[in-house]
């Protein structure tokens, strides 16, 4: 038998009073980890969803709802732009590439984005990279021969369940067009795992409206300057065009980061107010617990154990219980920041990546069992000044 | 010739308790008291006279306010008080009135801690001494019941085990059958006693229990030693 053994029978025959302080410290531990986890996670889904293009190009409106949009598939889509746009952009010399996107409803809550082959070429300065990992890429077809051939990203494919060569369609109003899965993107971490892309001239014939259109319509267009220096002039001139706005969505996204890290702010006050009342409850627990074992104490005392083993076991009650608390803390945290996470990929384009080793979890383990070691100090110390013969006298 | 120390010996032995504002309550003044080695010695006398004060100042849980108190011969309150818990864990059992047993402990574990205290029996042997100590008392199928589930006989039968488990050469024993029936008290007592005298130990008890009394090779009565027993004193105190 150690100390420490007796430590953890102590916390045992005080079971009930023990698991609500491993609880508490569990809950407040896993508000902090998730917070921490998913505030990380937007940040750095943000910065690495983001695209390597220079411009979007999209209707006047908001920017921020062109880049959420268009990028990371959020908000609700801008209002269209001429075809006719894209193709001046294309001929334009300052243009090193232009790629139109089109957004569409979706299939199962996965968008449908309809573009060109050029999307998913590689160039020297994409860090994104596609690959099928089954199948092919969509043909570029003509406007007028739509093959209504599909590739789908890789967490649209597993949730949808699709294979290739499955032919499906979203609503009744869609039957006599179906899409057709000819290949599967590899995960790419990005809103791309959860679209489902296909060729503009297949969306335009299965939407009744574009169908009908001489001109067809476009949500974006996606453009890299062939020069840094032609950004400025291209930038400007599509921002005097009364139907389009051209944004960057560095800039958009500097925009995001500073209005997150105000609510990282008010987070750090929350969050730091929560260690607080963790640390309180871990006191008040332990030390109403002393307080109730004088008696015990004074017994050990009596059978020859020093003061410092009485202070060692008390301190050793206050950490094996933080450590518990913690370790089942960060569990539950991650859990939760997994569920948060999965929602917000549901409902937004934000695919974060919560189970990278970091430095988070070792830290705040750490920090709770210095916490706990805090907050078991007064009751050590009220356990090894309590006094032996006044506490062992019978109970009247 | 060996010389033979006794096993207790007070000198000039007072305790008072302060009561606040410079006045404190004199509760024993016992100018030389000794116990020989190996004896059972039985301590009477009326309830507040200080029998277990007396007690505690042998087992050096409380410091006496002046006179030193030896135990085979070391004066125990001149030795720092870790060295001093230390001493008492090895050579020094206590019986309480009411047990005072852990109740998060199984009755193995409640005589295993005593030993970890004390630390004078290698690990690996601490769990076989204290089922023997265990089944010497009877309470071998009783090893893993936690002091609620066992009777008030049993409880103080661990009690004892726990006081044994080092195999120090003085018991002290505050009332140990106070808190029993009378056909409890008599075997938990009989079986005490045979632990004791087998170990050649040397016993002190305070109990005003016939049957404890009968057994006693001497039967104190603390009025006699304690000069402030009669009179318990309101005084100043330096």
């Not at chain 1, 979007?56 to 920017?63: M, T």
């Not at chain 2, 030795?79 to 818990?85: A, G, M, T, V, Y």
């Amino acid at each position: 038998m150690t100390i420490l053994t007796v430590a953890l029978k102590d916390l045992r025959g005080r079971f009930v009073a023990s698991a609500l302080t491993a609880v508490s410290l569990m809950l407040g531990v896993s508000l902090v980890i998730a917070s921490v986890l998913i505030a990380r996670g937007i940040k750095e889904s943000f910065t690495e969803g983001t695209t390597d293009y220079s411009l979007v190009v999209g209707a006047k409106g908001s920017p921020t709802q062109l880049v959420l949009n268009v990028v990371f598939r959020m908000d609700v889509p801008t209002p269209n732009i001429l075809y006719g746009t894209y193709r001046q952009l294309r001929d334009d010399p300052r243009v090193e590439v232009a790629v139109p996107v089109a957004l569409g409803d979706a299939y199962q809550g996965f968008r449908f984005v309809a573009t060109t082959g050029g999307y998913f070429a590689a160039f020297p300065w994409r860090r994104k990279v596609f690959e099928v990992s089954v199948g092919r890429f969509f043909r570029d077809d003509a406007p007028e021969q739509p093959t209504y051939e599909a590739v789908l990203g890789a967490e649209a494919a597993r949730r949808t369940g699709l294979r290739i060569g499955d032919r499906f369609y979203e609503g009744e109003e869609l039957a006599e067009y179906p899409l057709t899965v000819v290949g599967i993107l590899r995960s790419t971490g990005t809103a791309d795992d959860r679209a489902i892309f296909f060729s503009l001239a297949s969306f335009w014939e299965t939407n009744e409206i574009s169908r009908k259109m001489r001109v067809k319509p476009l949500t974006a267009i996606l453009v890299r300057a062939r020069r840094m220096s032609d950004l400025p002039s291209l930038h400007r001139g599509l921002n005097v065009s009364a139907e389009t706005q051209a944004v960057f969505p560095s800039a958009v996204l500097l925009g995001i980061f500073n209005l997150l890290s105000l609510a990282e702010e008010v987070l750090t006050v929350i969050l730091a107010t929560v260690a607080i009342v963790m640390l309180l409850y871990l006191f008040v627990s332990l030390y109403s617990a002393t307080l109730e074992r004088k008696r015990e104490i004074a017994t050990m005392r009596a059978l020859g154990a020093s003061r410092a083993t009485i202070l060692g076991i008390v301190l050793l009650e206050s950490c094996a219980l933080a450590s518990l608390g913690g370790a089942a803390g960060i569990l539950g945290g991650h859990g939760v920041a997994y569920l948060g996470a999965s929602l917000l990929a549901a409902r937004g384009g934000l695919v974060m990546n919560l189970f990278r080793m970091s430095a988070l979890e070792p830290v705040v383990i750490g920090s709770v069992i210095l916490l706990g070691a805090l907050a078991g100090l007064l009751p050590a110390v009220l356990a090894y000044r309590t006094d032996v013969a006044e506490n062992l006298a019978p109970l009247s | 010739m060996a010389q033979t120390w006794p096993a207790v010996a007070l000198h000039g032995v007072k305790k008072w308790f302060p009561l606040g504002n410079g006045r404190s309550l004199e509760a024993l003044n016992v100018p030389a008291w000794a116990l020989s080695a190996g004896s059972y010695t039985v301590l009477t006398g009326p309830s507040g006279s200080g029998k277990t004060t007396l007690l505690n100042l042998i087992a050096g849980v409380s410091v006496p306010s002046a006179g030193t108190i030896s135990v085979h011969d070391t004066d125990i309150f001149a030795l720092p008080e870790p060295r001093r818990d230390r001493f008492r864990a090895r050579h020094i059992g206590y019986v309480f009135q009411t047990f005072n047993l852990l109740s998060a402990f199984t009755a193995l574990e409640n005589v295993m801690l005593s030993m970890m205290f004390a630390d004078a029996i290698a690990k690996r042997e601490q769990r076989r001494r204290a089922v023997e100590i265990l089944s010497r008392v009877g309470l071998g199928a009783r090893l893993s019941h936690k002091p609620q589930h066992l009777s008030r006989g049993e409880q103080q039968r661990v009690a004892i085990a726990r006081a044994l488990a080092n195999n120090p050469p003085l018991v002290l024993a505050d009332e140990p059958c106070a808190s029993l029936d009378a056909d409890t008290a008599r075997e938990v007592l009989a079986e005490f006693l045979a632990v004791c005298r087998e170990g050649g130990k040397t016993l002190l008890i305070v109990s005003h229990d016939a049957a404890v009394l009968d057994a006693g090779d001497q039967v104190v009565d603390i009025t006699r030693i304690n000069h402030h027993a009669h009179r318990m004193s309101v005084g100043e105190h330096s």
